[in-house]
């Protein structure tokens, strides 16, 4: 019972993800403020086929950054995702295809193009100077 009794006190002394969010059929979970969330989005992101992290280059640091656009395109430009992330990391379940991924921040946009496989999560790093 001890052991049962700890290891329930244990999951729940770890930060959860934030809930999921739609844009159409994209599901998407965004944030990782905190070392508990941060902690938490590092752990999901294997089990999400995009994983894309926001930072800003300040005094030669990298600081993780939030209240960035993400635009996702699919190769045929149609949107298949428009939303703002709420901390420095975004998961996204795509379908495996190519994409062209736009982030904004600051009035600066990037753009990376990753591809999404069947298997495995992509990552993409933005890093605004």
Not at 49 to 65: E, I, M, R, S
Not at 112 to 123: L, P, S
């Amino acid at each position: 019972m001890f052991v049962l009794a700890w290891a329930f006190l244990s999951a729940g002394a770890y930060a959860q993800l934030p809930p999921a969010q739609h844009y159409g059929s994209i599901e998407y979970v965004t944030g990782g403020i905190g070392i508990d969330e941060s902690t938490a989005f590092k752990q999901a992101m294997s089990h999400y086929p995009l994983a894309l992290t926001f930072a800003q280059k300040l005094d030669g640091k990298a600081a993780y950054v939030s209240d960035v656009t993400v635009v996702i395109h699919d190769m045929r430009k149609n949107t298949v995702l428009n939303a703002d992330a709420n901390g420095p990391y975004f998961l996204v379940r795509l379908p495996a295809g190519a994409y062209e991924v736009y982030a904004t921040y600051e009035n600066k946009t990037l753009s990376r193009k990753v591809n999404v496989g069947q298997k495995g999560t992509a990552r993409a790093v933005f890093e605004w100077h």
